[in-house]
Nanobody
């Protein structure tokens, strides 16, 4: 049974940092792409960042470039999202997801492109 367990959310002041974790289990994810999404109240779920488990290639949504970093620890089967310089508009429920990879040019950024989802964690940034 595939499980993606998310942790690390919380309340932080603007300009602060948080690190989210997504622990994966239940299958081999070496051929997968792991992504982070977020959903603010009243908004659609949006892509934040993703990393190719094998090779570590990363890509980001424009609004987090230079502030957020996605990484993975193969030994722990865990993907991280380091969030720095947080802004009130980053407030949302953050979720991780796994997408089967269909080649090196496959860069999924849509929710329907991801097969497995973890639960969300609330990130609240106060001004």
């Amino acid at each position: 049974q595939v499980q993606l367990v998310v942790s690390g959310g919380g309340l932080v002041q603007a300009g602060g940092s948080l690190r989210l974790s997504c622990a994966a289990s239940g299958r081999t994810f070496s051929s997968y792409i792991m992504g982070w999404f977020r959903q603010a109240p009243g908004n659609e779920r949006e892509f934040v960042a993703a990393i190719r488990w094998s090779g570590g290639n990363t890509y980001y949504a424009d609004f987090v470039k230079g502030r957020f970093t996605i990484s993975r620890d193969n030994a722990k089967s865990t993907v991280y999202l380091q969030m720095n310089s947080l802004k009130p508009e980053d407030t949302a429920v953050y979720s991780c997801a796994a997408s089967p990879s269909y080649g090196l040019s496959w860069r999924p950024q849509e929710t329907h492109e991801y097969a497995y989802w973890g639960q969300g964690t609330q990130v609240t940034v106060s001004s």
